[in-house]
């Protein structure tokens, strides 16, 4: 098992703000950070590309991103899913809320979300960014997770936004993987 300080849990599941599936510019820098390879993307759109191997079946992994006990063992143990679209898809922690509406899902393959950013970003919060998270099987024990985030906007809170998300984000699946890897996060009670 995993135990982080609430900080801790609460930074890294305020980091999942939006992302959708692109096509990817032709020239776009990629970095592994853990288990997670991180590509920022400048063209054709501005883009976040998130990719992690999960060593789950596809159906755990659909589970943990689409109830709300499954979230609640990687993301945070506060959570509400309601898997449908305009349904909710969020993580409700003490000071914040963290996640978004759900724009539309295919079982087992894709979920976009349309993303509230951390409440240190107002203007990217209020706006929304969009988060598409698509999964392929690629055994009978191994999933692939695909996070992109688009529809960034210019200016100086949308570029460090950006730019924060790009290590929040991968931190965020990296606590994914970890969950199956060491089992479910146990969260310290709350009040």
């Not at 609460?10 to 970095?31: D, F, K, N, Q, Y």
């Not at 390879?37 to 991103?65: C, D, G, N």
């Not at 688009?150 to 290590?167: I, V």
């Amino acid at each position: 098992m995993i135990v982080r300080s609430m900080r801790e849990n609460t930074m890294m599941a305020v980091l999942i703000v939006g992302a959708t599936l692109l096509a990817l510019s032709t020239e776009p820098v990629a970095r592994a950070a853990g288990p997670v390879t991180v590509t920022r993307v400048v063209s054709p759109e501005k883009a976040l590309r998130f990719e992690v191997i999960v060593p789950a079946s596809l159906e755990q992994v659909w589970a943990a991103f689409t109830t709300s006990e499954g979230l609640a063992t990687w993301l945070w143990r506060d959570t509400r899913v309601d898997a449908r679209p305009g349904g909710d898809w969020l993580a409700i922690f003490p000071q914040s809320t963290a996640g978004g509406t759900i724009i539309s899902l295919t079982p087992k393959a894709t979920l976009v979300i349309a993303a509230s950013a951390p409440d240190k970003f107002p203007t990217v919060r209020k706006e929304h960014t969009r988060a598409t998270f698509e999964f392929s099987a690629l055994s009978a024990d191994s999933t692939k997770v695909t996070l992109v985030q688009t529809e960034w906007k210019a200016g100086d809170e949308w570029d460090a936004a950006y730019e924060y998300l790009a290590g929040g984000n991968a931190e965020l699946l990296t606590q994914l993987y970890q969950r199956f890897v060491s089992g479910p996060l146990v969260w310290p009670k709350g009040r």
